[in-house]
């Protein structure tokens, strides 16, 4: 038995007994996850969704965020022990056999463990909070629908230190189920901001940054290469913006005309693009300030 103050087998703070019914109430927050994600009713509701214990992890890190956990009990005792161990000891845990979260669910949770969490911490930022106007390197995402990608993005920020994420409003949710497990969590704790008109956003952050440059990916011949703007070039970097598009529509003419350079990779004359989060590592890279 683990030191946690959670019994393992039952819901703590929910109840005396371990979820036998599929249709328990308390387990009212996991129903039909996969197509209330993607209706975008989990948004709506205020709420997100996290699996796999390093996520949960990174959850429970950031007390008030979770309203629960749901784990198999094959899971029971390692759930109770994160919890115990993290700065939110208090979050109840449900307990259930695989196949009732199977069919609460609507999938296969094979790794044994969700979590709800509360979305209003992350929603309330907007670009012009301190985080933003303060950080020295910042990426844009412009119409990156793709749920992978906006994921793999946010884990390569945090390796190259960016210091926040501004989301145009068509670009994909990093809190989307699937977008934060390929995120490893990191979509929790690098501040991301949405923006109703992202070229204006561009804009008035320039208006207060006048130092700011803002590169703009770009696969076209007159873009310059992303070399030029190499951070061990400049004995103090400046503050900079990457802004990177969908693979197929690219970056908005709008958003382009509020960039100040547009910036390429060189590739093969063979292949036409990278892929949206490649290319963003590969440039952040350059614009990061190395490690010491």
Known sequence: MTNSTHQIGFGVGSGDS???????????????????????????EGLFVGETLPILTQMLAIPGVTRSVLASQRMADRAAEVIAQSASPNVPLLIASDAIIEQTAGFDVHRGALAIGLRTPFDHRTPFDSAFQSANLLIALDGVINMDNVGAIFRGSAAFGVG????????????????????????????????DGLAATIAE????????????????HSAKDIADFDSQTHTE????????????EGISAQVLAASTHRVRIPISASVDSLNAAVAASICLHRLATKPS
């Open 205 to 220: 952050m320039r208006a207060r940054r006048p130092q700011l440059r803002v590169l703009a990916a770009d696969c076209s």
């Open 18 to 44: 371990p979820i036998l019914d599929f249709n328990d109430p308390r387990l009212d927050d996991y129903r039909f996850l996969r197509d209330r994600d993607l209706s975008g009713a989990r948004r709506n």
């Open 237 to 248: 970097p400046p503050p900079t913006m990457l802004i990177v598009g969908s693979e197929f």
């Open 164 to 195: 926040g994420v501004l989301l145009s409003k068509d670009s994909h949710d990093p809190l989307y189920r699937k977008a934060l497990r390929v995120s490893m969590g990191y979509a929790l704790t690098i501040p991301f901001a949405w923006c």
